[in-house]
Each structure stands twice: as structure tokens, then as C-alpha cells.
């Protein structure tokens, strides 16, 4: 019986077939692998598989623990949530490019080594890319091409930072970094940091993620980021610098939030803020820290999920994602409603959602520590996730002003992904000891402590009554604003002047003297060469094989084949030779 399947592997080449498959039959395929992958997990144990050596080093293709196992399975539960809320696709290339991109995002969860993980870390970006150029706009060309060139410039910054790595160490093994943070660290950390979104490398998700696909965005939402998580947890526990650039992401996110019309991009900064918690569980690196962490890595990738699928079946139906576009849909959208509402229950940690058991130990574990600051924050930005995520988007998308808009429920698939993740969220935070139990450390926590839902629901409620005392405040303007991403925006747009203005005009200025100067003389010269090649050199070269014919023939006759001839012959060269001999002597 084998030992260990890779599930990555399933979905990498289990995309093969997908674009000769059709109709019922793809739907089938495209359903079993994700279910081949969750029995493959499950049925895992711990150890390393696929050892091998190369140029010297020893790779690991897949190395499995309780920390890989956890990832792993929530990988393989959302692959097959999303591939049923995109069975309506007829064209197959979004399949192909999301079964490759969660297949490399678990070849990244599994590997031993650092050439393993950059292998499958590229698979992640190109797959990735592909689910915003489907979408086959203006927006979303200019979108891909700007991610494409921000995570191939983090790439680049963690290939540098391996190899510098593995010739300080002598190894290229994946593992906690030992040690102070050297220049190599510092390489492969900002690689693995721009990944997680932290500000300022983050607008690329808020950029990219509102221009992807319906489907593609939803896929999107859950893995690059929390692969990230995953890395950092892996390799930099207990650093502090990521406690603090970790609540700064937090409140970040929310922050920006507020600025926002569309609606897939307001749930993108939340994405941010919500990774903040993940790192500065991480940083802080005590045991129930990296659990807090990775739970609430493991909670959020399921209700993100479904909020992001729950704007999709809105976009889907209307053509419309600008919340000063929408209003009115709960007439006509009201299972999608109450699904959302779910996931924004759950985000904003509301008792008996997954976020409540999960998020509430990132911040008990930084009271812990002593961190009373971070905890303030970390709280603030919670009650700013509930304001716009649980509160401003649903109002203005689903209430509000009535558009008019002629909405119904999206196709059945939709609904039935949505709902999956529904109740995964719920019971998570109904029995949060069945995730405790997948978690890499043993877990001493009790969520529900009459304190801690006392001080949680009475956060919500204020936030709550704030929003409806400031609701006209909190309109939201028909703008986009701009992030980081306004650096490498206006960078390319003084960098295309560039090329088509001053350095177009210097080649045609090259070309013109090249045409009217430089041509002709080379011309000229190419035709004196080929005058002295004529008359010169062939001539000479001719004169002198005339030459050797002409003594040929002479001594062709000399040949008579009388013997008295020869021997006056030979007396006449040796009298020669004497001759110039004695002169040479002289």
C-alpha cells in the first residue's frame, strides 16, 4: 500500500485532463480529485517522503507533520468548495489554472526544502495570474501584468536570499532560521512577506483581487495569503519585528477600508487585516501564539471564502460590484444574504462563529506576553471588521437604496458552495475543539469564558450603535482610492514615457545616422574589397597556379625514361649544389 500520496501532485496533473473532458463528465472529475485530496490528507502520517540528492543537496519533496497536515486539509476542503461554486464555468481554462494553483500551494505546505518551495511558490504566481486575465477587461490585463511584476520581483528577492542562505548553512533544507537575521534572511523573509500582503507590499492583493474572475477571486482569497502564513510559521517563529508589522496590517486594512466603494476590494483590505492577526500570532512564537495563528489561518480561509463568494453571486447577477451601484437585493437575494451574513459573523468574531474561537487566542496569547498595546489595536481593528464587512457592505449592497436592479439567487452550484462553507463556520465555533485537536501544539484555552463573550459582544454592539448613529458618514463615495500600488502606477506610466519618448527618439536618431552616414561607407567599403579581391588577390592567386601548371608541364616532358639522361641530371645538381655550397661557405 503507499505510504503517501502527494495531494499537490492529484491537482497538478489531474488538471491534464480537464480540457478534453466536457459536460457532466468534467463536473464529476473536477469534484473527485479535490475528494481524492482530502482522503490523501486524512490518511497521511508524519514523516519525510521523496528524498533525494541534487547539485549536492538533499531535497525533500514532502515533509509532513501536524503543521503541514493543518493546512493541508483546509487547502483541500476549500479546493473542493470552490470547484462547486464554479461548475457553471463551460470554459475549462479556469479549472485548469485553479487546480495547478492549489496544487502548488500544497506542494509549497509540503516541502522539505527550499528549491521544493521556490518550485512550487512560481507555480503559485503564474497559476494566480491567470484567474485575473480571464476575466478578459482592460482592468484586468493592467491588474495581472502589475501582479505578475510584483510577485516575480519578490520571487527574485527569494531566490537571492535561498542561495545566499544555502551557501552560508551548507543546506537548503526548509526549516526554523536559526540565528540573528542575516542579509539572506532578510531576502527570503520579504519574499515570504510580500506573499502575506504586509503594508507596504500588500496592494498588489487590493489591486488584483477586485479585477479577477467571479470564481478566480474566491480561489484567490484563500491560498496565496495563508501559504504565506504557513512559511512564516514555518521558518521566523517568534520573530518580533512581524509582531508589530503585523498590527500595523490590521489596523491597515480596516483603515483603508473605509475609503472603499467597490466591494471585492473592501473585502480584500480585510484580507490584510485579518493576515495581521495570523503574523503577530507568529511573532509573538509562544505555543498557544502559533496555534492562535494557525487557526485562525484555518478559520479565515473558509469565511473569506464565503464572503468573497458571496460579492461574486452579487456581481454575477448584476454586472455590478460599486456598493453606490447597488441596493435593495434582499428582496430578491435572500439566501445569499443570509449566507454572507455568515461569513460576516464569523470575521467579525461573533460567539459561535469560527472566528470567535480562533482570533480570540492570537489576542489572549499577546496579553500573555504583556503586549497591552497590541491587544488595543488588534481589538480596534476587530470592531472595524464588523463595521464594514458585518455592517457597511451588506447595508449598502443587499439594503440600502433600491437600485431597481433586476436580481434572483445565483445558479444552485453557487448556493451549495456557499452554504458548505456556511456551516463549516458555524461549527467550527459551535465544537472548536475539533480544530484544537489539528493544531501543531496543545491547546490550554477556553473560548467560551463569560469574560471574554461579555467584552466581545459589548465591542460589536457599541460598533453597532456607532454605525447606526454615523450611518450618513459612512456613505460610500463613487472613488477608488489608491494604495501603494500609486508608486509602481505612476513608475510605469514615467517608465513607458521613457521608452517611447526620449529613448525612441535617441534609436531613431542612431538609425538616422547609421542610414545616412555609416551605410553608404560601409557600402563603399564593401565595394573596394571586393575590387581588390578581383584584381588583386585572385589575380595573384591565378598568376601563381598558372605558374605551377606551366612547371608541371615542363617536367612532365624532362620524364624521356633514358638513363643517360637522368645521370647527366644528377651530375648537373650536384655540380649545383657544390656550387652553392661553396658560395654559402664563403
Not at 502520517?45 to 514532502?62: C, D, K, L, S, T
Not at 464565503?306 to 461574486?312: E, I, Q, R
Not at 480570540?360 to 476587530?382: E, Y
Not at 527618439?505 to 552616414?517: G, Q
Amino acid at each position: 500500500m503507499t505510504e503517501f500520496v502527494h495531494p499537490g501532485l492529484l491537482f497538478i496533473l489531474g488538471a491534464l485532463p480537464i480540457p478534453f473532458l466536457k459536460g457532466s463528465v468534467r463536473k464529476a472529475y473536477v469534484l473527485l480529485i479535490p475528494t481524492l485530496a482530502i482522503l490523501a490528507v486524512l490518511t497521511m502520517h508524519p514523516g519525510g517522503y521523496g528524498a533525494a540528492r541534487f547539485i549536492g543537496q538533499e531535497i525533500i519533496m514532502a515533509k509532513v507533520d501536524k503543521l503541514s497536515i493543518l493546512f493541508a486539509t483546509v487547502f483541500s476542503i476549500m479546493a473542493l468548495i470552490g470547484m462547486v461554486y464554479a461548475l457553471h464555468l463551460t470554459h475549462a481554462g479556469q479549472h485548469v489554472a485553479a487546480f495547478v494553483y492549489v496544487g502548488s500551494a500544497l506542494g509549497v505546505v509540503f516541502a522539505g526544502d527550499y528549491l521544493t518551495l521556490f518550485l512550487f511558490w512560481e507555480g503559485m504566481t503564474f497559476a494566480s495570474a491567470y484567474l485575473v486575465f480571464a476575466q478578459r477587461s482592460e482592468q484586468a490585463f493592467r491588474a495581472g501584468f502589475r501582479y505578475l511584476m510584483v510577485h516575480i520581483t519578490g520571487s527574485v528577492a527569494l531566490l537571492g536570499g535561498i542561495i545566499l542562505h544555502g551557501f552560508a548553512t551548507g543546506s537548503l533544507l526548509f526549516g526554523p532560521i536559526e540565528g540573528g537575521l542575516g542579509f539572506a534572511t532578510y531576502l527570503i523573509l520579504a519574499g515570504f512577506m510580500l506573499n502575506a500582503a504586509v503594508p507596504p507590499l500588500n496592494a498588489w492583493l487590493t489591486d488584483a483581487y477586485p479585477e479577477a474572475t467571479v470564481t478566480g477571486a474566491v480561489f484567490m482569497s484563500a491560498f496565496t495569503t495563508k501559504t504565506a502564513v504557513y512559511v512564516l510559521a514555518r521558518a521566523f517563529p517568534g520573530t518580533d519585528l512581524l509582531v508589530w508589522l503585523g498590527t500595523v496590517m490590521a489596523l491597515y486594512g480596516v483603515i483603508y477600508a473605509v475609503l472603499e466603494n467597490d466591494c471585492r476590494r473592501l473585502l480584500a483590505y480585510h484580507i490584510v487585516s485579518q493576515v495581521g492577526y495570523m503574523v503577530v500570532g507568529i511573532g509573538i512564537g509562544t505555543e498557544m501564539a502559533v496555534n492562535g495563528a494557525v487557526s485562525h489561518a484555518f478559520a479565515h480561509i473558509l469565511y473569506k471564502a464565503l464572503l468573497f463568494m458571496g460579492a461574486g453571486a452579487v456581481i454575477h447577477v448584476t454586472g455590478r460590484r460599486k456598493l453606490t451601484e447597488l441596493g435593495g437585493l434582499y428582496k430578491t437575494m435572500p439566501v445569499t444574504l443570509a449566507l454572507y451574513m455568515v461569513g460576516a459573523f464569523a470575521i467579525s468574531a461573533f460567539p459561535f462563529f469560527s472566528g470567535f474561537v480562533t482570533k480570540s487566542m492570537v489576542v489572549a496569547a499577546a496579553g500573555q506576553d504583556h503586549r497591552a498595546l497590541v491587544v488595543l489595536a488588534l481589538t480596534m481593528a476587530s470592531s472595524g471588521t464588523f463595521l464594514h464587512t458585518g455592517l457597511k457592505l451588506p447595508y449598502y449592497m443587499f439594503f440600502g437604496t433600491d437600485q431597481g436592479l433586476e436580481a434572483r439567487e445565483p445558479p444552485r452550484n453557487m448556493l451549495v458552495a456557499m452554504g458548505m462553507a456556511a456551516v463549516l463556520c458555524i461549527a467550527i465555533g459551535v465544537f472548536p475543539q475539533t480544530l484544537y485537536a489539528l493544531l501543531p501544539y496543545p491547546v490550554d484555552f477556553e473560548p467560551y469564558t463569560g469574560v471574554h463573550v461579555t467584552e466581545s459582544l459589548g465591542v460589536l454592539m457599541f460598533t453597532a450603535l456607532g454605525f447606526v448613529m454615523f450611518l450618513r458618514a459612512l456613505d460610500p463615495e463613487n472613488t477608488i482610492s489608491i494604495d501603494t500600488d500609486w508608486f509602481y502606477r505612476t513608475g510605469a506610466r514615467h517608465f513607458m514615457w521613457l521608452a517611447e519618448k526620449p529613448l525612441a527618439r535617441y534609436e531613431k536618431a542612431v538609425s538616422d545616422v547609421s542610414e545616412t552616414a555609416a551605410l553608404p561607407f560601409l557600402h563603399g567599403m564593401a565595394r573596394a574589397g571586393l575590387r581588390i579581391d578581383l584584381h588583386g588577390v585572385d589575380a595573384f592567386v591565378n598568376a601563381v597556379a598558372r605558374a605551377i601548371l606551366l612547371g608541371g608541364g615542363a617536367l612532365r616532358r624532362l620524364q624521356s625514361g633514358v638513363v643517360t639522361h637522368y645521370a647527366l641530371a644528377m651530375i648537373a645538381g650536384v655540380i649545383a649544389g657544390i656550387a652553392v655550397f661553396a658560395v654559402a661557405w664563403r
